[in-house]
């Protein structure tokens, strides 16, 4: 089997949850929403507004930006978004 | 958008809601690397291709489109399972 | 309908090399033949442009029709009449294939050929290509119902099996149908047969499910019939499987196997029994827990409220030794058990804890040592609540098979040994606030009894020839309000 091909197994539990790897909980109330720019080009027009409509609906907004859109995000981007943010939105990829 | 996704798999790990924003061009893309990364479920909400040649208002315009599909991908689901 | 003629072909086949160009030129000249390859697009194309083919022959998909004929070697030619096998030729043999195309009224221009050549195998027989066609027969044929879940390209196998939560924090063997389907070849039970209904959430466990989690812990497939009896015994009521899952207690299943396939399945008895390092002891301890975790869904810090826990509660399995050292036959055996057979005994309980003596030499002296150290099974003035799992070592053992004491005399003096006055069992007596209420306590120097029978002290033989120990196993709550020791015999599958 080839790194790149999927693997089947069989499901050992009884089958009562939906499948694959477990989403987060989705808490009730949402406060603070980390607004992480990919660093595209014009991205950070996208996300200018959408922190201005953030806000507009009662949300606190921590504005990160990544360093580059090629790797995913460094550990102390993901470190700080943890402690400080209930949730998080990524944008805009293209 | 494959690095973003990969964001999005660390941030739901550590048990933080997360979505990613994308143009609808990477509709297909994103659902093939959702499923390769074990997690088809992968909130994602897209806008309407192109973006690169965007103006400053249609940008914005963009914005008010998704935010309230992006805000529904970070807050419990109404219905019950 | 005519007949037809089907040959199965692979690109890596000097004799499909030598028998192809035939059969194509025959096809050209309008016989009825299908021509499939066992091989890849790709190889079949590039072997047909090696020996000059008009048409590519086309890929038998999946080997579905390789696998409905399952020859042995390439070239086969097959004589189909309304679908159904006439006849067939496997290898070259001239005289056999004139013939076997004739009654299908073609004909094949054989001269120049060896007379006879066996062929290749048939990539059916490729061990790996069995498998996985062995485990699509298997779903084809409803053996196997288990959801299919698809592990993506990107993930490491061993990391997903612990990110969808289906492990016990060691890594898990990933289930392939192909695994689990050769794990079913070590029971003669239906797949689909309902050992028990696991707690706490009720969910089934059928023999394939027990086979699932069999193979992601690592489980020899000859132990399969142990772990099936295993899970039998859980998922019974009088074991109270749901109560020891969610109690603080540090309690979990022991598994005591007494018999003789115990030996064949390659368990260890001896030294370090209790120990690790043997793999059916440790893998049939943790399919249990696995069975647990994944078909009953009760996890530490959910529904599993242990305050502590212990590492017995990975897997707590063992053999009994029960050769010329024994003192007495097998638990099982003692409870029912016919006495040529295997059984398990599974017993809710904390994890050993060492009893020393290294000076009795008489049964009298070793049971008084011994019933100091049951006695404080879960607190000293803890009474009736509890039963007790002693695994008498070898050298303990000596003691009791040289002085002719059977199982039943070695209880009944330790039941008596751990009596104590009820004034120093009651609450406040010796500082302790544990204890007895002072209620039931009216004639200080009546005798309290640890156990409630001679018989809550079960006894069971295990260990390595050298050393002066026996080790007790408390129990979790006993009796009516918590669990029961239960035992039930092993199907051995030969």
């Known amino acids: 089997m080839t790194a790149l091909e999927t693997l089947e197994i069989l499901d050992p539990t009884a089958e009562v949850d939906p499948e694959g790897r477990p989403l987060a909980g989705r808490p009730p109330d949402l406060r603070t929403i980390a607004l992480v720019d990919i660093r595209k080009p014009r991205g950070d027009v996208f996300l200018d507004e959408l922190e201005r409509l953030l806000r507009e609906r009662g949300h606190e907004v921590q504005r990160t930006a990544k360093p580059t859109f090629t790797k995913p995000a460094p550990a102390d981007v993901r470190k700080e978004i943890a402690t400080r943010c209930d949730a998080v939105i990524e944008a805009l990829a293209d | ?81 | 309908m005519a007949a037809e003629l089907l040959v199965l072909v692979k690109h890596d086949c000097e004799v499909c090399d030598q028998v192809l160009p035939v059969l194509d030129a025959a096809a050209v000249a309008g016989a009825p033949l299908r021509i499939l390859s066992q091989s890849s697009p790709e190889d079949t194309a590039a072997q047909a442009r090696r020996v000059g083919l008009r048409s590519v022959p086309d890929t038998d998909v999946d080997l579905e029709v390789s696998a409905r004929f399952d020859p042995d070697a390439v070239p086969t030619v097959v004589l189909l009449d309304g679908g159904e096998e006439r006849g067939r030729v496997e290898g070259l043999h001239r005289a056999r294939l004139a013939e076997l195309a004739g009654r299908a009224g073609a004909e094949l221009a054989l001269d120049g050929l060896p007379e006879l050549r066996p062929g290749c195998a048939s990539r059916t027989r490729d061990p790996d290509v069995a498998a996985t066609l062995a485990a699509r027969r298997a779903r084809a044929e409803g053996r196997l119902r288990a959801r299919a879940l698809e592990l993506g390209a990107l993930e490491d196998p061993f990391e997903a099996l612990h990110d969808r939560g289906l492990t016990d924090g060691l890594p898990g063997v990933p289930p392939t149908p192909e695994r689990v389907v050769g794990m079913l070849e070590y029971t003669g039970r239906d797949p689909q047969d309902v050992v028990g209904a696991v707690p706490p959430y009720g969910g089934d466990a059928t023999v394939e499910k027990v086979a699932i989690n069999a193979v992601m812990a690592g489980c020899p497939g000859e132990a399969l019939p142990i772990v099936l009896a295993a899970v039998e015994a859980a998922c019974v009521e009088s074991f109270a499987w749901h109560g020891l899952i969610a109690t603080t207690y540090p309690a979990g299943p022991t598994v005591v196997v007494s018999g003789p396939l115990a030996a064949e399945t390659g368990m260890n008895a001896e030294g370090n029994a209790l120990g690790q390092g043997n793999r059916a002891n440790v893998t049939i301890g943790r399919t249990l827990q696995l069975v647990g975790r994944n078909v009953g869904g009760g996890r530490p810090g959910v529904e599993d409220r242990a305050t502590h826990g212990q590492m017995g509660k990975l897997g707590s399995c063992f053999a009994e030794r029960l050769d010329e050292t024994a003192p007495w036959p097998g638990l099982a055996q003692d409870r029912g058990v016919p006495a040529d057979e295997t059984g398990v005994t599974l017993m809710a309980t904390e994890g050993p804890r060492v009893i020393v003596d290294q000076l009795a030499r008489e049964p009298e002296g070793l049971c008084a040592s011994l019933a100091l150290a049951l006695e404080s099974v879960a607190h000293p003035k803890q009474r009736l609540a509890f039963d007790a799992l002693l695994v008498v070592g070898p050298e303990h053992g000596r003691v009791f098979r040289e002085a002719g004491w059977d199982r039943a005399r070695v209880q009944e003096r330790l039941f008596e040994l751990t009596t104590s006055p009820a004034g120093e069992l009651a609450r406040g007596a010796g500082g302790s606030p544990e204890g007895i209420e002072p209620r039931f306590v009216s004639d200080p120097d009546m005798p309290v009894a640890k156990f409630a029978g001679p018989d809550r002290i079960l006894l069971a033989h295990a260990g390595g020839d050298a050393g002066l120990f026996s080790m007790v196993y408390g129990s979790w709550a006993a009796g009516e309000i918590g669990s029961a020791p239960v035992t039930v015999s092993v199907e051995p599958w030969r």
């Open chain 2, 1 to 81: 958008m494959s690095c973003g996704l990969r964001d999005v798999v660390e941030f739901e790990g550590t048990g933080r809601p997360a979505v990613l924003i994308a143009s609808d061009a990477f509709v297909q893309a994103a659902e093939e690397q959702s499923r390769k990364l074990g997690q088809p479920a992968l909130h994602r909400a897209f806008v309407s291709h192109p973006i690169q040649d965007r103006t400053d208002d249609e940008m914005h315009a963009l914005a008010r489109t998704i935010v309230d599909e992006a805000l529904a991908a970070l807050t419990p689901k109404e219905a019950t399972t």
